[in-house]
T-cell receptor, first 114, second 113 residues
């Protein structure tokens, strides 16, 4: 059973456009929601993370929007660039279980066309 | 700055063989973990450790053993490899506290034939 559901599976965006990836969860014990970026042949790397006491977090062109009541969160990539082409994973964990014990979504392969 | 180092990068095993995937980190992290990545399934936690001498099971522990004798090393053992264990394996480490990042290695691509 997938604890974190992620969509879409793949996404193609023109350079300069906005990329949006959505995730949903059920376990209300989750209190840490990171996004990881993975390039082919590499391990995932933390991109940005949020805790449920805020509704939005922005770092450069990357923004997480968080809706606690709907148990949903999303990643927005503004002004998407070809270098952003990668696979993106949302994840969730609970402090009680150990913040590094992550449940991952199934991933979104983003392609940014020049 | 080595970070998290996994060896080997690639491995082919025959069904029934055993092997150990190595993981070492040089960041003095207490927390270490193993994930497997399969197409369409994301990454799933196999085993984790919150410090030397302490290990616990994750989501998919069957067929795998771990031990943690030092802070730096966290090997993953496959006792009798099965084709279902064909996957890419990632080791990660972190301080394990609130708002902390998990650092991943480069992965080991394992094929069991």
């Amino acid at each position: 059973q997938q604890q974190v559901k992620q969509s879409p599976q793949s996404l193609i965006v023109q350079k300069g456009g906005i990329s949006i990836i959505n995730c949903a969860y059920e376990n209300t014990a989750f209190d840490y929601f990171p996004w990881y970026q993975q390039f082919p042949g590499k391990g995932p790397a933390l991109l940005i993370a949020i805790r449920p006491d805020v509704s939005e977090k922005k770092e450069g062109r990357f923004t997480i929007s968080f809706n606690k009541s709907a148990k949903q969160f999303s990643l927005h990539i503004m002004d998407s660039q070809p270098g952003d082409s990668a696979t993106y994973f949302c994840a969730a964990s609970s402090t009680l279980r150990g913040a590094n014990n992550l449940f991952f979504g199934t991933g979104t392969r983003l392609t940014v066309i020049p | 700055n080595a970070g998290v180092t996994q060896t080997p990068k690639f491995q082919v095993l025959k069904t029934g063989q055993s092997m150990t995937l190595q993981c070492a980190q040089d960041m003095n992290h207490e927390y270490m973990s193993w994930y497997r990545q399969d197409p369409g399934m994301g990454l799933r936690l196999i085993h984790y450790s919150v410090g030397a001498g302490i290990t616990d099971q994750g989501e998919v522990p069957n067929g795998y053993n771990v031990s943690r004798s030092t802070t730096e090393d966290f090997p993953l053992r496959l006792l009798s490899a099965a084709p279902s264990q064909t996957s890419v394996y990632f080791c990660a480490s972190g301080s394990g506290g609130v708002n902390t990042e998990a650092f991943f290695g480069q992965g080991t691509r394992l094929t069991v034939v």
